[in-house]
């Protein structure tokens, strides 16, 4: 059996940003429930030198948004990193949700062997298109909904594997 690229691709990033806004809601229940304004959850970090909240939710949604329009081909939608308030976070999941649903099968399948370079603080990387899914953008992308879900969780969120993981 094999699994195409827009397999592993869109429905894997999809239902990371899924599960990512669902962490949050319940961060948002137990920060009200404790009084903690929207800024004071969103500019939460784990330790002082790692972004805050709000940074790997925008990170995590420009991997995924980014990750698949470059594996289509075409140039990514551009959010800006504005945020304040967690309505905001919440529709900046939703707006990155909605765009990479709209990529097709036939714009990402095939996309195993496209070229893709990025220009980093640190260099240029360069990538085929599926060592540029499976070694950079899905690690990325685990990695900043993982570090929101640890800021919520250090919080004193209610959260386990489950909520993480998601019903399948």
């Known amino acids: ?26 961060g948002e229940q137990h920060a009200r429930s404790k009084n903690v304004s929207d800024e004071v959850l969103l500019q939460t970090r784990l330790i002082p030198d790692m972004l805050p909240l709000i940074k790997q939710i925008q990170i995590a949604c420009d991997m995924a948004t980014r990750g698949t329009a470059r594996l289509a081909g075409v140039e ?11 309505e905001q976070a919440y529709s900046r999941i939703e707006r990155s949700i909605a765009y990479i649903k709209s990529f097709t099968p036939e714009q990402i399948d095939g996309s195993e062997t496209r070229a893709i370079h990025l220009k980093m603080r640190n260099g240029e990387m360069h990538f085929e298109g599926q060592a ?12 900043h909904c993982t570090t929101a879900y640890d800021i919520l969780r250090e919080a004193g969120t209610d959260i386990g594997k489950t909520d993480f993981i998601g019903n399948a």
């Open 1 to 26: 059996m094999s699994i195409s690229m827009y397999q592993v691709a869109v429905p894997v990033c999809v239902r990371a940003l899924g599960n990512l806004a669902h962490v949050l809601k319940k």
């Open 76 to 86: 990514s939608q551009s959010f800006e990193d504005n945020e304040t308030t967690l």
């Open 132 to 143: 540029y899914l499976l070694h950079f953008t899905l690690p990325n992308l685990f990695f």
